[in-house]
């Protein structure tokens, strides 16, 4: 961890360097009650989250992490600080409260109270408004631990009306489970494409930045190619709802297209704090080579500039490693 993240070559981020011993320690200690990989899973995401950065994070790729994952059949989204049931992410069945109701308490307690025992322990950052928004659907996923047990019963509020309804759980894959959760944060987000709202304006749906199949590499790619018949238009909205990132490569390529090459690499030399600096570490060139690298070959191609420039990056990191940089460059 120290070694592979910025934070470990960074002296004056207090917080990073505390939470690194302490915070294992704490986690040492919530490791001892461990008896299941869902309970091992939650204590690794109990440590990693309280560094507060997105970037810091692991992927359980075996398959003992397969555990089993429950929900009511329903979830809620966080907006003008009250809970609301999503017409969304839903079953359809009677004995779950209908969309939009508000959520108003669950086994006695204050949902905020709830938010704080249950989610951020483990995911985002409470003192951000957005990470509400973003993590007030994992409060009605759960995977068994040895910390708290799934919530009975919840009281809502419909139409003026309250009324008590008991939860019943039930299996869900982890990746219906976050797409789900995804829907009731963000809504339905619309596919990548572009099309005009009014005369000469243009709308561009971007959902996502971190294509996983090969129609949605080609829907980016159509959308790239067509970014140079863009410039008649007086208005281009770039819809970005539900965009959680990944390579800013793709719109670096739309704008390229949209403004020409010559007049984006003018304005983003001029631009302020736009330097950055590398980690170096055998970690994340391990990361660069067994993840980045492929990825970037399979989203633009064997002979493409930006697998090329990744190409170079490498060998600048190997030769900093060998030199025993921290950070490449050395100086910005």
């Not at 957005?130 to 799934?150: E, G, K, V």
Request: proline share 4%.
């Amino acid at each position: 961890m120290k070694e592979d993240s910025i934070g470990g070559a960074d002296q004056r981020n207090l917080n990073f360097n505390a939470w690194l011993d302490n915070g294992y320690q704490a986690a040492i200690v919530k490791s001892e009650k461990v008896n299941s990989a869902s309970s091992y899973n939650l204590v690794l995401n109990f440590y990693l989250n309280q560094f507060h950065d997105e970037h810091i994070e692991y992927v359980p790729y075996l398959k003992r992490f397969d555990f089993p994952r429950l929900w009511p059949g329903f979830t809620v989204y966080f907006e003008n600080d009250h809970y609301w049931v999503s017409a969304i992410a839903r079953l359809h069945k009677k004995d779950i409260p209908p969309a939009h109701s508000e959520l108003i308490s669950c086994d006695g307690q204050h949902i905020n109270t709830l938010m704080l025992q249950r989610v951020f322990p483990y995911f985002g950052n409470a003192k951000l408004n957005a990470d509400w928004h973003i993590n007030t659907p994992r409060l009605f996923f759960y995977a068994p631990n040895t910390w708290f047990s799934p919530l009975h019963s919840c009281l809502f509020k419909t139409a003026g009306e309250k009324k008590i309804y008991t939860l019943h759980w039930q299996k869900i894959s982890a990746t219906h489970a976050r797409e789900l959760r995804h829907e009731a944060s963000y809504g339905q987000v619309s596919r990548t494409g572009s099309h005009t709202f009014s005369k000469n304006s243009l709308w561009v749906n971007l959902p996502s930045f971190m294509p996983r199949s090969a129609a949605q590499i080609q829907a980016l790619t159509n959308l790239i190619k067509a970014a140079n018949t863009w410039k008649n238009n007086d208005i281009i909205v770039f819809d970005t709802r539900g965009n959680l990132g990944g390579l800013s490569l793709w719109g670096a390529q739309i704008l390229k297209q949209l403004y020409g090459k010559l007049y984006y690499f003018q304005q983003t030399y001029h631009l302020q704090n736009s330097q950055y600096q590398w980690r170096v570490s055998t970690g994340n060139l391990r990361e660069l080579n067994s993840f980045f690298f492929p990825m970037i070959e399979k989203s633009f191609g064997e002979k493409s500039p930006e697998k090329k420039q990744l190409q170079k990056t490498i060998q600048a990191l190997k030769k900093a490693l060998h030199n025993k940089q921290s950070l490449y460059p050395k100086n910005i």
